[in-house]
């Protein structure tokens, strides 16, 4: 096996461009642009995320060799996100990466959004790894807490393992037999968890993205304040469009009665609307964890930041005896980090990628 593997890693899917380099497995160096453009928008402009990419994408990837000590020619491969994602952002990357290995004669590796942030969990941290001082547009991920309390274990999880991916756009619980080897066994039939928070939040009038919003203010809130309707959805699917609408229409009835009722109430509204979707979520993964006897089970995904999710995790880990694997805050949102690690691993592999391989919009794992 070779010993000195540096990947460049690219994540552009959408509305963070990203890139990492990987030393193996030890992560060297990961720099993100945020675009903050979207938030006066409430939600994503793919246009405006495209156009930022192709301004960000040169010195986000300079930065980013810069940090790690290397030079571009001691690079071993290109690794990218080729999908799924917003069309537009996805272009910028993928292009980007073509063009940079074939100039510098190196495999290129296209990876599964999806597939790398399951296997975020993986990434090694050097002992001395930056806590991440902002610089401009561009920041240094931060080397935050690794899992603690019962249950809870810093190593990467063993195979098999189960992983709820939470995010905007997914919410699935994951069997994952290796790191080229997952099956879905249940995901949303229709809005993600993540975008329902998100809307929500927007109903509520809190700004964009909702997320770290609700999560802040459930933290002040009781989370039994308030009820929500709560899907019964059979097998291991989920469903957040009946939680919404239960949302919406209670709102609708409080302000009716009291014009400023979210101004006084805004932290029970939060936390309660955060208990009903950690409660969903974890029933559902607690059935996959009986069904499949999988008692090692971790969390990713933007979703997986959050407070009150994380908290349940501990909970379950001490009642019901599950080995669990939350990642740093630093790999829960889009990041080239993530990307890098399958990267490392499909490049020992030889799972290079044709030059003329198209970026893809949707797909679940591949």
């Not at 994540?11 to 890139?19: L, Y």
């Not at 899907?231 to 291991?236: C, D, S, Y």
């Not at 909970?315 to 005896?321: N, P, S």
Request: aromatic share 8%; with cysteine; net charge neutral.
């Amino acid at each position: 096996m070779n010993n000195d593997v540096y990947i460049l890693a690219i994540e552009s899917s959408c509305d963070d461009t990203s890139a990492a380099v990987l030393h193996n497995e030890t992560l060297l160096a990961n720099v993100t642009a945020s675009q903050a453009v979207h938030e006066a928008y409430g939600g994503v402009v793919p246009e405006l995320a495209s156009r930022a990419h192709q301004q960000n994408i040169v010195p986000v990837v300079s930065e980013a060799i810069k940090r790690a000590g290397i030079t571009k020619e001691q690079l071993s491969a290109v690794a990218f996100t080729r999908g799924p994602g917003l069309m537009g952002s996805l272009l910028v990357g993928v292009n980007f990466a073509k063009g940079f290995a074939r100039s510098l004669g190196i495999p290129l590796i296209d990876v599964n959004h999806l597939q790398g942030h399951v296997m975020a969990h993986f990434i090694k941290n050097p002992p001395s790894a930056p806590e991440g001082a902002a610089k401009g547009p561009l920041s240094v991920s931060k080397t935050t807490e690794a899992p603690s309390g019962a249950g809870a274990v810093t190593s990467s999880p063993p195979f098999p393992f189960l992983c709820l991916l939470v995010s905007g756009g997914n919410s699935q619980i994951v069997l994952v037999r290796a790191y080229n080897n997952m099956e879905v066994l249940g995901q949303t039939i229709d809005d993600a968890a993540g975008e329902a928070i998100d809307k929500c939040s927007k109903v509520m009038g809190l700004g964009y993205p909702g997320g770290p919003i609700i999560d802040r203010l459930a933290r002040q809130g009781n989370p039994k304040a308030y009820q929500f309707a709560e899907p019964h959805i059979p097998g291991l699917d989920y469903s957040f469009s009946g939680l919404k609408t239960s949302f919406l229409y209670s709102l609708r009835k409080w302000i009716h009665d009291d014009p400023d009722f979210i101004e006084h109430h805004k932290e029970d509204i939060a936390a309660s609307l955060e208990w009903t979707i950690v409660d969903i979520l974890m029933k559902k993964l607690r059935l996959a964890v009986k069904q499949t006897g999988i008692k090692h089970v971790a969390v990713a995904g933007g979703v997986s930041a959050n407070n009150g999710l994380r908290q349940a995790f501990h909970d379950h880990a001490r009642r019901y005896g599950w080995t669990i694997y939350i990642p740093r805050f630093s790999y829960t949102t889009d990041n080239a980090a993530m990307i890098g690690i399958v990267g490392y691993y499909k490049y020992l592999d030889k799972a290079f990628c044709p030059i003329e391989a198209p970026a893809f919009s949707k797909v679940s794992f591949t």
